[in-house]
């Protein structure tokens, strides 16, 4: 089986933060309450308090459990873990597994299962709630995965899991598979959080409460812009296709007469000599270097438009 990286990021329990070289990164847990914010609103504090400990309590020991092999009879969570583990032949690579974007994001994920194959991993998150928030998870498993891969060049992230180790009352113990988010779009998720935008839109496509665009028939009564913007087209197409010819000639009759440059009173024709053009080729950097990318990366805002094609 490959070897997972270790990212250089150092986690401090105490304070629950990340930092990489003494640059403070932020975690994935704030960019899941700014798209659900009104998630655990009407819950007071202490209880939400009493929930972070025991579920702190419930990781540790199947850490424990995962690394050493000792178990705690007298804890149903984790015998539940185990079971669950049996059950869907899950064998744990590691655990509490940093990963980040070597930038501005890190996180630690719970639990890296061997996955299908020797360069596949499935991600795990052990939830001890009264319910699972389903969109929140899945948001946040999304952004694992997508940190995962780009701290291990040439690995997947396979399944996304949720382990759910639920007090007696509140259910039954079960793993949970998730529905991975598309990288890009969990990359927008993140820009925009960092840039303090408005997480509605966000929110609302992940919901699935806004309308998708679909393919539909132009409408009769656009015939006549139809016919017009058609002329239009094709007159372009022939008037650059013409430029083109004159360009060739033009550059041609400079060349045979040595002339670097023409000029008249509307026009001044500049010959270039041909050169070498060095670029950078973006999804080999990406893929090899995702740190380098991620900290040189420029994110623009694209006004929408309109595309044209002619059939």
């Keep these: ?30 960019i899941v309450k700014w798209v659900y914010p009104d998630t655990y609103k009407d819950i007071p504090q202490d209880i939400l308090m009493k929930a972070a400990e025991h579920g702190s309590l419930i990781h540790s020991k199947c850490e424990l459990y995962d690394n050493t092999g000792i178990t705690d009879e007298t804890c149903p969570q ?5 079971r669950l583990k049996e059950e869907n032949s899950l064998t744990t690579v590691c655990n509490e597994y940093l990963v980040d974007d070597g930038q501005n994001i890190a996180s630690s994920i719970d639990v890296v299962f061997k996955g299908k194959g020797a360069k596949t991993f499935d991600l795990g998150d052990i ?22 891969e780009r701290c291990n060049p040439g690995m997947k992230a396979g399944k996304l899991f949720v382990v759910w180790l639920p007090k007696a ?19 927008a998720i993140i820009q925009a959080f960092l840039n303090k935008e408005d997480s509605t839109p966000f929110r609302d496509v992940l919901m699935g409460n806004t309308q998708v665009a679909t393919e539909e028939t132009l409408p009769a009564e656009f015939h006549d812009a139809e016919e017009e913007v058609i002329k239009i087209e094709e ?61 040189c990366q420029k994110v623009s805002n694209v006004k929408e438009s309109l595309t044209i094609k002619i059939n």
């Design 169 to 187: 009352q509140y259910g039954e113990a079960k793993l949970m598979e998730l529905e991975r988010i598309p990288s890009d779009l969990c990359d």
């Design 127 to 148: 939830k001890t709630t009264s319910s699972i928030h389903v969109p929140n998870v899945t948001l946040q498993l999304s952004i694992y995965a997508m940190l995962f």
């Design 78 to 82: 984790l015998v539940d873990y185990i």
């Design 1 to 30: 089986m490959a070897k997972l990286n270790m990212s250089g990021v150092v986690f401090d329990k105490t304070s629950h933060s990340y930092s990489l070289y003494g640059n403070k990164l932020c975690g994935v847990t704030p």
């Design 235 to 295: 007159t372009v197409k022939k008037l650059k296709e013409r430029e083109e010819e004159l360009r060739a000639g033009l550059l041609e009759v400079m060349k045979q007469k040595n002339v670097k440059s023409w000029k008249s009173d509307r026009l001044q024709l500049i010959r270039k000599e041909a050169t070498v053009r060095v670029t950078v080729d973006s999804a080999k950097l990406k893929k090899t270097h995702p740190d380098i990318f991620a900290e």
